[in-house]
């Protein structure tokens, strides 16, 4: 099954929320023919689009192709949300690659999050940044661990910008009796994904940038100037960057066999208005649940409630998406039971075994990163930016990112659909536990 085209139409973008309140981009034209470039970049998310535009303001010529439109994938249709910290946390981090290398991995993290509001600052992209993210926790008896990393981080780390929420507190922050409690980061954030995206894309174009859509790459070689293949043309450069993520098919078997694509769900009310949806997220923060199959949500600029979740056991979206992920928002928000569903869309994300992302060298001058496992936004933007040192010839942090590899997925990419119902059919036993 091709991810590009099995949920999506050939050439449009999700009806989504985050869609509709975007300013759209002119269409690319499609590749022909034979072009050279220094750089090939394939996949116009946040990690080829930020990959691209660093290239190019270091002054190389960059080709970018993307199969459907910039922005189209998970890179589009997320849930906005900047977290801190690595996707795996820090005690367990230290567990499994050292406390110094854990460290570094932090200081990484940290500078994800920089990396996308220096981007959103230095290109000017409208996306609608606001600080803050709650981590809600659903059971008692996770709450300790909750409060002891925050601590954690506090005193080993000197973070400084979480606090722990007890019952009470989270019930004012969140309006709902769901949670007994959790953290607020206010070092993190969230944004419209759309938005940022397109910016990005803007800013590549306006630094040089060729971008082709409507140009899926069908393969490359591996050889002094790779060559990547598309239905009516063909790029040579000097490096090749592969960035689809969770929509790569089999264009690389050594990164599917480590990156699993998996299904995620969101709905947007209508606008509830500023009383209504204030008593629901009174500050204007984001909140991620502790559900193996995560909860997110948010208050969109105009007052609707942003919900993300409900489990996917295949790769075909569902008939009724908004079903899928309003079953899971009334059970945190009741009182929101006649609230219209003016939107409903689905994405695929990417995830690997141990929850870190996947920064591979297929060869010497082919780079890949991708398996963000939910925590993109900031990762796949820094991504880029590691990405084009490397290139440059400083591959420390890419080195770095490489110590956390992630080992593969049974049975490779044969096994991805059922290995995916079974897992998610375990998680979400457990998460009803």
Same mark, same amino acid.
């Given at each position: !099954?091709?991810?590009?085209?099995?949920?999506?139409?050939?050439?449009?973008?999700?009806?989504?929320?985050?869609?509709?309140?975007?300013?759209?981009?002119?269409?690319?034209?499609?590749?022909?023919?034979?072009?050279?470039?220094?750089?090939?970049?394939?996949?116009?998310?946040?990690?080829?689009?930020?990959?691209?535009?660093?290239?190019?303001?270091?002054?190389?010529?960059?080709?970018?192709?993307?199969?459907?439109?910039?922005?189209?994938?998970?890179?589009?249709?997320?849930?906005?949300?900047?977290?801190?910290?690595?996707?795996?946390?820090?005690?367990?981090?230290?567990? !499994?690659?050292?406390?110094?290398?854990a460290r570094a991995l932090w200081d990484i993290a940290e500078a994800s999050k920089a990396c996308v509001k220096s981007l959103i600052k230095k290109h000017d992209i409208a996306c609608d940044w606001r600080d803050g993210i709650i981590h809600a926790e659903l059971k008692p008896k996770h709450l300790h661990h909750s409060f002891a990393y925050a601590e954690f981080l506090q005193s080993r780390y000197g973070y400084g910008a979480i606090s722990a929420l007890d019952g009470e507190a989270i019930r004012q922050h969140t309006g709902t009796n769901a949670y007994c409690g959790g953290t607020l980061d206010m070092g993190a954030g969230h944004l419209n994904p759309q938005k940022y995206v397109l910016g990005l894309a803007r800013a590549a174009q306006k630094a040089g940038v060729v971008i082709y859509e409507g140009s899926k790459a069908l393969s490359f070689s591996q050889a002094a100037r790779p060559v990547v293949a598309t239905a009516d043309g063909r790029v040579s450069?000097?490096?090749?960057?592969?960035?689809g993520n969770g929509y790569m098919g089999g264009l690389s078997r050594k990164v599917a066999r480590r990156v699993m694509p998996i299904n995620n769900f969101i709905i947007a009310t209508e606008p509830l208005g500023e009383a209504m949806a204030k008593s629901l997220i009174a500050e204007d923060v984001a909140v991620a649940d502790s559900k193996f199959v995560v909860n997110y949500f948010k208050r969109s600029a105009d007052n609707r409630m942003i919900f993300g979740g409900g489990e996917s056991y295949g790769y075909r979206f569902p008939a009724n998406i908004a079903a899928k992920a309003q079953k899971p928002m009334l059970e945190i928000f009741p009182q929101l039971a006649g609230a219209k569903i003016d939107y409903a869309w689905g994405?695929?994300?990417?995830?690997?075994?141990?929850?870190?992302?996947?920064?591979?060298?297929?060869?010497?001058?082919?780079?890949?990163?991708?398996?963000?496992?939910?925590?993109?936004?900031?990762?796949?933007?820094?991504?880029?930016?590691?990405?084009?040192?490397?290139?440059?010839?400083t591959a420390e942090r890419f080195d770095l990112m490489m110590a956390s590899t992630p080992l593969p997925f049974p049975g490779g990419p044969a096994l991805r659909s059922p290995l995916l119902a079974l897992a998610m059919s375990y998680y979400a036993l457990r998460d009803r536990i």
């Open positions: !099954m091709d991810l590009l085209y099995a949920n999506d139409q050939p050439g449009q973008y999700p009806q989504s929320y985050w869609a509709s309140v975007a300013t759209p981009m002119a269409p690319f034209p499609p590749l022909k023919g034979e072009v050279r470039a220094d750089i090939c970049v394939v996949g116009a998310g946040f990690t080829g689009l930020s990959s691209a535009l660093h290239l190019a303001e270091a002054g190389y010529s960059v080709v970018l192709l993307e199969a459907q439109r910039v922005g189209f994938g998970a890179s589009g249709r997320n849930g906005g949300q900047v977290g801190s910290g690595q996707r795996v946390e820090q005690d367990d981090l230290e567990k !499994m690659v050292g406390e110094g290398k450069a000097d490096f090749l960057v592969l960035a994405g695929t994300l990417a995830i690997t075994m141990n929850r870190m992302p996947y920064f591979a060298r297929l060869a010497p001058n082919i780079l890949s990163a991708s398996g963000y496992s939910g925590h993109g936004v900031a990762m796949a933007s820094l991504a880029g930016e590691i990405i084009a040192e490397t290139v440059r010839g």
